[in-house]
């Protein structure tokens, strides 16, 4: 069964320092993955997303992710985090079917 | 454009009562789903909707109902509500999930006493 872990349930960082948000998921071919953004009180925002292609892919925000297949891995990077960072994140991966599986968040706080 | 609308933003309900959540979406997406978001569990897939008149099961299913009547509409409906099923439910939409993503609405907060 395809599984999705965040292994680190928060994370802290201080402001302009870089960020990295682990993501591993276990599925047997290349499954479709996403990371997503929640401010509170909030919906989910995508963030950026991999299915195929260049394996280092950009999205808003100034993240970037990369997909490592040898490691089973979609890793979220960010040179330099803003206060306005603080959230928590969301790796999640789908088959090719609609349903995706979602990991269970790190929460990411940013010190002045 | 409003995206996706979830209302109501907050709910309390007895245990076995009834209700529905309403989700609407005006940027004409065939998918739509419902997740709960539940403390240090992610967000788990309720039901899902391909399309107008197509629904089919999640994770999660058991005590929701669904149905899909129109495109913009998917509501989703507790038949008899128990203290399990306080959470946070999520209803998203897409024009192709696998390579669009979802576009999510801002949730409604049910609490059931």
């Known amino acids: 069964a395809q599984s999705v872990t965040q292994p680190d349930i928060h994370i802290t960082v201080s402001e302009g320092a870089s960020l990295e948000l682990r993501c591993n998921y276990s599925?047997?071919?290349?499954?479709?993955l996403f990371w997503y953004v929640q401010s509170p009180g909030q919906g989910l925002q995508l963030l950026l997303k991999y299915f195929s292609g260049d394996t280092l892919v950009q999205g808003i925000k100034g993240f970037e992710a990369e997909f490592k297949r040898s490691q089973s891995s979609f890793n979220l990077r960010k040179p330099s985090v803003h206060w306005s960072d603080a959230a928590e994140y969301f790796c999640?991966?789908?088959?090719?079917?609609?349903?995706?599986?979602f990991g269970t968040g790190t929460r990411l706080k940013v010190l002045a | 454009n409003a995206g996706v609308t979830q209302t109501p933003k907050f709910q309390v309900l007895k245990t076995g009562q009834s209700m529905t959540l309403q989700c609407a979406q005006d940027m004409n997406h065939e998918y739509m789903s419902w997740y709960r978001q539940d403390p240090g569990m992610g967000l788990r897939l309720i039901h899902y909707s391909v399309g107008a008149g197509i629904t089919d099961q999640g994770e999660v299913p058991n005590g929701y109902n669904v149905s899909r009547s129109t495109t913009e509409d998917f509501p989703l409906r507790l038949l008899s509500a128990a203290p399990s099923q306080t959470s946070v439910y999520f209803c998203?939409?897409?024009?192709?999930?696998?390579?669009?993503?979802?576009?999510f609405g801002s949730g409604t907060r049910l609490t059931v006493v």
């Open positions: 999640a991966v789908t088959s090719g079917t609609y349903k995706y599986i």
């Open positions: 599925y047997g071919a290349t499954p479709y």
């Open positions: 998203a939409s897409s024009n192709g999930p696998n390579l669009h993503g979802y576009t």
